[in-house]
Nanobody, 126 residues
Framework: QVQLRESGPGLVKPSQTLSLICTVS??????????WSWIRQSPGKGLEWMGD???????YYRPSLKSRTSISRDTSKNQFALQLSSVTPEDTAVYYC??????????????????WGQGTLVTVSS
């Protein structure tokens, strides 16, 4: 039974970097074929996949956010992290860390978002 929990500051000032940690229990972030993702939800845009880090350590990002987003992991702590730089008030959202399996067919990867953290609200404001 995989469980995920987000942690980090709930308030970030504009132009600064938003940093969150996801702590995983009940499963390893190196388990084959699993991805570890960040998804956010805001009133204006709804659910938005931001990116993820695969079991292998490879990272994938939403193109519109790629220049500002970095996802990393610490396998010794079974944690993965999100950094979103140069934030604006439009980055205010509930941020979720999510785990899920995947299947691959040729160049296509089919993703599932099976287990979600409870989410944490991050407000960008001065």
């Amino acid at each position: 039974q995989v469980q995920l929990r987000e942690s980090g500051p709930g308030l970030v000032k504009p132009s600064q970097t938003l940093s969150l940690i996801c702590t995983v229990s009940g499963g390893s972030i190196t388990t084959a074929y699993y991805y570890w993702s960040w998804i956010r939800q805001s009133p204006g845009k709804g659910l938005e996949w931001m990116g993820d880090i695969a079991y292998s350590g490879s990272t994938y990002y939403r193109p519109s956010l790629k220049s500002r987003t970095s996802i990393s992991r610490d396998t010794s702590k079974n944690q993965f992290a999100l950094q979103l730089s140069s934030v604006t008030p439009e980055d205010t959202a509930v941020y979720y860390c999510v785990s899920g399996a995947s299947t691959r067919s040729g160049a296509l990867v089919y993703r599932y978002f099976d287990v979600w953290g409870q989410g944490t609200l991050v407000t960008v404001s001065s």
